[in-house]
């Protein structure tokens, strides 16, 4: 499960799943960097370890770029399993060293969550999205990650019926950073079937998430 983001000075981030043993065990979620365009890269960071549970799955990051408060705090959320794909909960860590290090790791969600996607805007503000039984909720923090609301929910889903193998629901959001008329503006897309077949589906807060449209 790799995953790449970019710091608004150019650092590029790189995070996976590190995996030696059989059966998952033990593991890793590991970042590294480059400064110089992805030709080299720095020694590895450990945001999560285990010699085996709890179990992280789905990771992902991303970086501030708005100026700002926290301007270039990393983020990396993941799934952190009691036992193996059983119940898990969302869990987000920051970075400021560009993912040299990490800290401050908390729960976001409830039990039952999966396919996490954080996002930033400006100042501080963070929200993670996340799946939930059939819904799409998220979770947000306004300074920099130190602490989170409480869980809300975008919408509700149908899960599609095709027989294929890995077609869960994971949302992926971003903020309107711009400094436009739009600017603070929240979206999170996702896939359902409640028209009876495979749509994709867009809604949007303008209010920092109390809100969400249709």
Same mark, same amino acid.
């Given at each position: 499960?790799?995953?790449?983001? &970019?710091?608004?000075?150019?650092?590029? @981030?790189?995070?996976? @799943?590190? &995996?030696?043993?059989?059966?998952?065990?033990?593991?890793?979620? #590991?970042?590294?960097? +480059?400064?110089?365009? !992805?030709?080299?890269?720095?020694?590895?960071?450990? #945001?999560?370890?285990?010699?085996?549970?709890?179990?992280?799955?789905?990771? &992902? #990051?991303?970086?501030?770029?708005?100026?700002?408060?926290?301007?270039?705090?990393?983020?990396?959320?993941?799934? $952190?399993?009691?036992?193996?794909?059983? +119940?898990?909960?969302?869990?987000?860590?920051?970075?400021?060293?560009?993912?040299?290090?990490?800290? !401050?790791?908390?729960?976001?969600? =409830?039990?039952?969550?999966?396919?996490?996607?954080?996002?930033? %805007?400006?100042?501080?503000?963070?929200?993670?999205?996340?799946?939930?039984? =059939?819904? #799409?909720?998220? =979770?947000?923090?306004?300074?920099?990650?130190?602490?989170?609301?409480?869980?809300?929910?975008?919408?509700?889903?149908?899960?599609? +019926?095709?027989? =294929?193998?890995?077609?869960?629901?994971?949302?992926?959001?971003?903020?309107?950073?711009?400094?436009?008329?739009?600017?603070?503006?929240?979206?999170?897309?996702?896939? +359902?079937?409640? $028209?009876?077949?495979?749509?994709?589906? @867009?809604?949007?807060?303008? $209010?920092? %998430?109390?809100?969400?449209?249709?």
């Amino acid at each position: 499960d790799p995953t790449v983001a &970019y710091c608004a000075d150019g650092t590029a @981030l790189f995070a996976y @799943l590190d &995996y030696s043993g059989g059966a998952f065990t033990p593991h890793r979620f #590991i970042s590294t960097r +480059s400064t110089d365009g !992805g030709v080299t890269w720095g020694a590895p960071g450990t #945001i999560f370890a285990s010699g085996g549970s709890p179990f992280a799955d789905r990771p &992902y #990051i991303t970086c501030a770029q708005a100026a700002g408060t926290n301007q270039n705090r990393a983020y990396a959320s993941w799934t $952190n399993f009691p036992n193996a794909f059983s +119940s898990g909960t969302v869990r987000v860590a920051f970075s400021d060293d560009r993912g040299a290090t990490w800290t !401050g790791a908390k729960n976001v969600s =409830n039990a039952g969550s999966q396919g996490s996607m954080p996002t930033a %805007g400006k100042n501080g503000v963070v929200y993670v999205f996340f799946q939930a039984g =059939n819904a #799409i909720q998220f =979770n947000k923090s306004s300074n920099g990650a130190g602490t989170w609301g409480s869980v809300a929910t975008v919408a509700t889903y149908a899960s599609l +019926s095709e027989p =294929n193998f890995r077609r869960p629901t994971y949302p992926s959001g971003a903020v309107d950073n711009s400094g436009g008329p739009f600017d603070g503006t929240v979206y999170v897309v996702w896939h +359902s079937a409640v $028209n009876s077949d495979a749509d994709v589906f @867009l809604s949007r807060s303008t $209010n920092g %998430g109390s809100t969400w449209s249709a």
